[in-house]
């Protein structure tokens, strides 16, 4: 499968305002939108300090890919807890 280089994407808004991460993903394989589970231990990897036993999520944060000037993004647009989305049981 070609795969394009890879490409950082920055997050915008929500709780990853500002993260940047590297991509590698064909056209054919991206998401429009993605959901993200969000607990202590997501903010724990981001900070690069090893996460606790698996926790429920305590929400889903939705981030849409935009393309902006030339650069990828991903656009946060709602938050949802898991008793919204019958996800009751999705640890991280």
Known sequence: MFYRRVREVEFV????DGYRQGIRLSKKHRRGV????????????LEGIPR??????????FYELQ???G???????AAKSPKELDLQNHSI
């Open 52 to 61: 606790e036993s698996e926790l429920p999520a305590s929400s889903f944060a």
């Open 13 to 16: 808004g929500g709780p990853l």
């Open 34 to 45: 993605i959901a993200i589970p969000v607990n202590n231990n997501m903010y724990r990897m």
């Open 67 to 69: 393309k902006h000037k």
């Open 71 to 77: 650069d990828y993004r991903y656009r946060f647009v």
